[in-house]
Every structure is written in structure tokens, then in C-alpha cells.
């Protein structure tokens, strides 16, 4: 399928997974999970979409937490793993982004999980999220990389795949494309000294003083917006 990806992912489709059984990934997923958690907590209804749901690693998981999941991505070979995991309570739909083939005024929340980083047009895809979105309530978030972390400058400076083609972006480019739907909450989260070697009783406590003090510079973004 011809698409505006910056990477194609269905060349990492095969060894994607293999990501969250490294330290890094587990440590990363076990942060983004914290993260979300408390999004999804204020979240009365059921119905997610999930866009750029790659090998369906957070459809499994939303899943799981009862939500009924619509996902979507480009990468036919991404999507072929999201099957093969056979996720009850989630059918998936091989669609670009920027032209999501869903009706409006569908969803309860949406979610995009280090992938707006990944699209070409990231404010046409925001758009079409919020087309798909019940109005009044439902709920945008957007999970990145954060442009602004040490550790992502390194992997852009190293050119290291995936990240080499990604668009990062920063708190403020994030606050920016959300902040025609609503006023979003934004935070960064993820600010282990040594994410390759993580301490997951002491690492928490470093993402909690940095919240408070609200920091900037956590690998990872959370942005949230209640239309
Ligand atoms: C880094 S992966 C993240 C996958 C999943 N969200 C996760 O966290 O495991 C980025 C995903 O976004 C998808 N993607 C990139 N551009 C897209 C677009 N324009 N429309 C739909 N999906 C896209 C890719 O195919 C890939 O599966």
C-alpha cells in the first residue's frame, strides 16, 4: 500500500516485538504503561482506536482493560503479526492515517503510540483522529519521543533505525498540534539516568519529582485532550 510513512515498517515487522523483551523495552513499556494508566482511568466509555497500532503489542493490552479496539496502520506486515495474536474484542484495518476509511463521532478515546513521529503529515493525522472522536468527551493522546531527551538527540546524531527518519517533536510542537481541539495536558515522562540498565523501584521516583517540577526533557511525551 503506497502511504505517507517516513519509515517503512513492514521491513521491521519480523523483529519488532523483540524490542519489549530487551531491558530497554521492557522498561519503556512498563513507563508508558504508568502513563497511560492514568488516562485511561478518566475514560468513560469503551470504544478505542488505536492508530499505528503496529504488531498490536497496546491493542492486546487495551484489550485486556476491556476497551473494544479499532486498529489501524499502514504496514501490511505489522498487521500481519496484530492477527496472528488473535486480540478478542479488536478488529484492525490496514488505512493510512491521514485517511482513516472510519465514520465520525465513533470512538471514546484515541490513542497514538510513538507514531505521529512516524507519519508524514502529523496535523492532517490529528484531524482525522478527532473526526473519528465522540464530541463533547471523547479523548485524544498521543504518546512520542520527545525531540528535547538526551538519549533520542544521541539515537538522531548515531542515525539509528528506526529513529533516523522519525519527526520528533517537543513538548511544544505536541502542545501546539493539539491545542486547536481542546487544552491539553502535556508532560514528559521517562527519566531513568540509564535506561539500558533500569531500576524499576528508584526510576519511578525520578518521573514523580520530575512532574512535579515539571521537566522537559523525559524520553517520552504524553499529550492528552478532552474535545
Ligand atoms: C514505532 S511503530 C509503533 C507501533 C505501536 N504503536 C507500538 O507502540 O508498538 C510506528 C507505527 O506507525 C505506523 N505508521 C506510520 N505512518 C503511518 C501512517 N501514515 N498511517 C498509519 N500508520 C502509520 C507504522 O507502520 C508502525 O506500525
Not at 82 to 104: G, M, N
Not at 144 to 156: D, G, I, P, Q, V
Not at 193 to 202: A, D, E, G, L
Request: hydrophobic residues 40%.
Amino acid at each position: 500500500m503506497k502511504g505517507q510513512s517516513r519509515f517503512d515498517f513492514n521491513q521491521a515487522a519480523a523483529v519488532y516485538d523483540e524490542w519489549f523483551t530487551t531491558s530497554m523495552g521492557r522498561y519503556y513499556d512498563l513507563v508508558e504503561k504508568r502513563a497511560i494508566n492514568r488516562v485511561l482511568k478518566n475514560i468513560s466509555g469503551k470504544k478505542l482506536l488505536e492508530i499505528g497500532c503496529g504488531t498490536g503489542h497496546w491493542s492486546k493490552y487495551f484489550s485486556a482493560h476491556g476497551f473494544s479496539v479499532v486498529g489501524v496502520d499502514i504496514s501490511f506486515e505489522m498487521l500481519k503479526r496484530t492477527l496472528r495474536k488473535r486480540i478478542p474484542k479488536a478488529e484492525f484495518v490496514q488505512c493510512d492515517a491521514c485517511h482513516l476509511s472510519l465514520r465520525d463521532n465513533m470512538f471514546d478515546i484515541a490513542v497514538l503510540i510513538t507514531t505521529i513521529e512516524f507519519i508524514e503529515m502529523p496535523h492532517i493525522a490529528i484531524k482525522e483522529a478527532v473526526r473519528c472522536l465522540k464530541k463533547p468527551g471523547g479523548c485524544l493522546m498521543v504518546c512520542t519521543l520527545n525531540a528535547e531527551s538526551k538519549l533520542n538527540k544521541r539515537r538522531l546524531a548515531k542515525n539509528e533505525v528506526p529513529y533516523h527518519k522519525a519527526s520528533m517533536l517537543s513538548t511544544k510542537n505536541l502542545k501546539y498540534l493539539l491545542t486547536p481541539y481542546g487544552k491539553p495536558t502535556i508532560y514528559t515522562c521517562a527519566f531513568s539516568f540509564n535506561p539500558t540498565r533500569p531500576i524499576p523501584v528508584i526510576d519511578p521516583i525520578f518521573d514523580s519529582v520530575a512532574k512535579t517540577f515539571k521537566l522537559q526533557s523525559g524520553d517520552i511525551i504524553i499529550g492528552e485532550v478532552k474535545l
